[in-house]
């Protein structure tokens, strides 16, 4: 009888083959199942864990912040505030004394100055007596005459001293005549100022400066047009001290200061032991300032055009405070006629606090201070004598607020803790699977026990303060979610006897110095023990997962031979059915 050819079909295909095999296997994968389960299990209890340490060691954090009894804990912090803070400002920081403080200010400090002994350019001199252009335009020196933005062209020739221009529309530009004048040996220097649109004129000489214009054809001069002009012929000079300053914005070659510079390269000079350097062939006098108040000689200087002097003014204040600066190579400060000027000393501040009398006067180097904890910044005077009736107060208070707030954080966390331990101990609401938790009794105790520690009574309280967190507004609702409730009872509590809520806290018995004895433990390891409760739980968890994934190696090795096993039984049972069918279809032949 031949071999039915769906059989021999069913064992000849790969795929049937393949097929078998996979079948097989999955009855022999079994136990790699379970394991990967219990791994998965594992690494769950290992992730929850450690969020609970997580979580308990933010309850910890808290618990100590409200037992601790150092200067910095969060009971001694204070807010402040001040009647004028036009004339004072005021930070109380921990633990600065509580109450109210009238402050007397008869004398800021002021630190040092110097300033030049006398106008640096004293030679005659003239300036545009208002702007030159029209509106707020300004003249463009790089372009000529009918183009530089003048109200009308200046035309004509003019004479400075004893040296008489081209026609200025043969110059090709406003810079080029003013360079002209400059380089013409007449001991006078034209500038134009930009940034106020206004033109200078300066004697390189004590010399009398006259200038004029001559205008054929009934043009404009140019000093009418520029308005250097007065009613005199020549135009002399306005006055018969400088009318203009020194340019501070040109190079210090160029600038007409009364005293030459001796040197016309580099120089250098020293402010308060600083060492600044100089180029008078680069350098202006506004960027010397500028590199002076950018160094470490502790001074703000700054070029005062009405009286062309240079004011020195130093950071620091105080009686003590002083100025000093010489020339090394150069004599730019002797230029400046700073070198022989004498700094005016800084003075020390001055005041009083809830006195108004001279002998309790409080004298401080600077104008901003700590006294007592509290940090003051006196801003202005407010009184002539201590004895008058005015005065700024400065009241500080124990800053209830920031209290209220580490409290609510607090009881957050007590919270986060015990509903976490509930929820894993409990059932899945949807798999109706075992919590982590359930059956611990190491974590459903402390459940109980936090419960207890933040209820029950504390004890070695002075008689008739709170002894029960209760009685500043703090309690369980029906879910025994802890929580601040009754924010009046803790404010009431707070301003009639503010130690005694803290000691609820931090006194021996106190609920924070509870909390930390009985959660530490679980967190932080201790002097019994190498790790935390929860670190010993993890690394028993850890170790599990350890074998199971050893377990798992070895027995994927061992289910990859079996597969081959398989295989190898399968492709024999393949042959010999082959053999088998050709077998059979040459005997059915013989009976044809």
Do not use: C
Request: net charge positive; no cysteine.
């Amino acid at each position: 009888m031949a071999i039915s050819s769906s059989l021999t079909s069913a064992y000849s295909s790969s795929s049937a083959l393949n097929s078998l095999v996979n079948q097989y296997m999955a009855l022999e994968r079994r136990p790699l199942t379970t394991l990967n389960t219990q791994k998965t299990s594992l690494n769950s209890s290992l992730s929850i864990h450690s969020d609970l340490k997580t979580k308990i060691s933010d309850l910890l954090t808290l618990s100590r912040e409200l037992g601790s009894t150092e200067t910095t804990a969060i009971y001694n912090s204070r807010t402040s505030s001040s009647g004028d803070e036009t004339k004072i400002t005021a930070s109380a920081g921990s633990g600065a004394a509580v109450g109210t403080y009238q402050i007397r200010v008869k004398q800021l400090a002021t630190g040092a100055s110097l300033q030049s002994t006398a106008a640096l350019l004293t030679k005659p001199a003239t300036i545009s007596s208002s702007k030159v252009a029209p509106g707020s335009g300004t003249i463009d020196v790089t372009k000529s005459f009918a183009n530089a933005g003048f109200g009308s062209t200046p035309t004509g020739t003019v004479t400075i001293g004893s040296w008489t221009s081209a026609d200025l529309s043969t110059y090709t530009s406003v810079q080029t005549f003013m360079d002209a004048v400059n380089a013409a040996g007449v001991n006078a220097n034209i500038y134009y100022n930009k940034t106020e649109d206004k033109f200078y004129l300066e004697s390189k000489t004590a010399t009398a400066l006259t200038f004029s214009e001559s205008v054929a054809g009934g043009g404009t001069g140019f000093f009418t047009q520029v308005k250097m002009r007065d009613t005199t012929t020549p135009y002399a000079y306005h006055g018969t001290t400088d009318a203009t300053g020194v340019l501070s914005n040109v190079i210090l070659n160029n600038a007409n200061f009364d005293t030459a510079l001796t040197s016309t390269t580099t120089g250098k000079f020293k402010i308060n032991g600083v060492e600044i350097s100089y180029d008078t062939s680069t350098d202006t006098m506004d960027a010397v300032i500028s590199r002076i108040n950018s160094s470490k000689a502790n001074v703000n200087v700054f070029y005062d055009t009405s009286l062309d002097k240079v004011l020195i003014k130093s950071k620091g204040t105080g009686s003590t405070d002083t100025i000093s600066l010489s020339d090394v190579s150069g004599n730019l400060m002797n230029v400046l006629k700073l070198d022989t000027a004498s700094a005016t000393s800084g003075v020390d501040a001055k005041f009083t606090i809830n006195s108004t009398s001279a002998s309790d006067e409080i004298s401080k180097s600077t104008n901003t201070f700590t006294i007592n904890g509290i940090s003051y910044t006196l801003k202005n005077t407010n009184v002539t004598a201590y004895t008058d009736t005015t005065y700024t107060t400065i009241t500080v208070k124990q800053d209830t607020s920031a209290l209220q707030s580490k409290i609510n954080d607090f009881l957050t966390k007590f919270n986060a803790v015990t509903q976490y331990i509930k929820d894993k101990t409990g059932l899945d609401a949807y798999t109706k699977a075992r919590g982590v938790f359930a059956g611990n009794t190491t974590f459903t105790s402390l459940r109980s026990q936090l419960y207890k520690k933040l209820s029950e009574q504390v004890t070695g309280l002075t008689s008739g303060n709170p002894d029960y967190l209760s009685k500043i507004g703090i309690i369980f609702d029906k879910y025994l979610k802890a929580s601040l409730s009754d924010t009046t009872k803790f404010n009431n509590a707070i301003s009639s006897n503010s130690q005694a809520v803290q000691d609820l806290f931090n006194s021996t018995n106190g609920v924070g110095k509870k909390l930390e004895t009985l959660i530490k433990p679980f967190v932080e390891s201790t002097s019994t023990s190498r790790d935390s409760i929860i670190d010993e739980t993890k690394t028993v968890i850890s170790k599990r997962i350890t074998d199971i994934e050893t377990r798992t190696t070895r027995l994927e090795a061992r289910l990859k031979l079996k597969e081959n096993q398989y295989r190898q039984q399968l492709y024999k049972m393949q042959d010999m059915l082959t053999s088998a069918v050709l077998q059979g279809n040459q005997i059915s032949s013989l009976f044809r």
